[in-house]
């Protein structure tokens, strides 16, 4: 069935390196794929939509030279942290919509980002 | 862009008892109210959803209410389970965007 699996679910990382999150929609294909950032005990914050074929539409806030993303297939999205900090530690989750089903949009399991 | 809130923060309710979580939008082209269900460093996963054209529904021990009028939705869970305790996110879509509430830690005492 439909699923959206993400890559990798943890990554540590040195303060100043980039790190690439991989968003994947199984068995369906997504136009538009959504990134999410959750800080612990906290909601879910939209950072960015991801547009296949075009460029991602960010949030209000959110840096687009810092959370790059790429959306080179319909199923596939790719965020990027550019010269991470110790603040871009988090939890990383994309999700996507599928169009033959009507209810909800699926999420992927999440990548927590820690950055030393 | 949209802005959903939502109320409780946190929720305990002995098992047995009824929950009830209330959420408000400020977009009035918002049409459909998803809820999800989040446990601790997992996914999110949809329990129920309603559409602007439906006042009501529900599926077993869980139900949804929307006010259009009011643009205020609420989810009702009855004969809670301590397997209910999570933290609940109500949801608020005009397209393709979802946004979420600031989430629900719900504890169900045994």
């Known amino acids: 069935g439909a699923v959206v699996s993400q890559h990798p679910s943890r990554v540590i990382c040195k303060s100043g390196t980039s790190v690439k999150i991989e968003c994947r929609s199984l068995d369906f294909q997504a136009t538009t794929m959504f990134w999410y950032r959750q800080f612990p005990k906290q909601s879910l914050m939209l950072m960015a939509t991801s547009n296949e074929g075009s460029k991602a539409t960010y949030e209000q806030g959110v840096e687009k030279d810092k959370f790059l993303i790429n959306h080179a297939s319909l199923t596939l999205s790719t965020l990027t942290v550019t010269s991470a900090h110790p603040e871009d530690s988090s939890f990383y989750i994309c999700s996507a919509r599928d169009s033959g089903r009507p209810r909800g949009a699926l999420f992927g399991p999440g990548t927590r980002l820690t950055v030393l | ?110």
Do not use: M
């Open chain 2, 1 to 110: 862009g949209e802005n959903v809130e939502q109320h409780p923060s946190t929720l305990s309710v002995q098992e047995g008892d009824s929950a009830v979580i209330k959420c408000t939008y400020s977009d009035s082209a918002s049409n459909y109210f998803p809820w999800y269900k989040q446990e601790l460093g997992k996914r999110p996963q949809l329990i129920i959803d309603i559409r602007s054209n439906v006042g009501e529904k529900k599926d077993q021990r869980i139900a949804v209410t929307l006010n259009k009028t009011a643009k205020h939705f609420s989810l009702h869970i009855t004969e809670t389970q301590p397997e209910d305790s999570a933290v609940y996110f109500c949801a608020a879509s005009g397209g393709n965007q979802f946004y979420f509430g600031t989430g629900t830690s719900l504890t169900v005492i045994p």
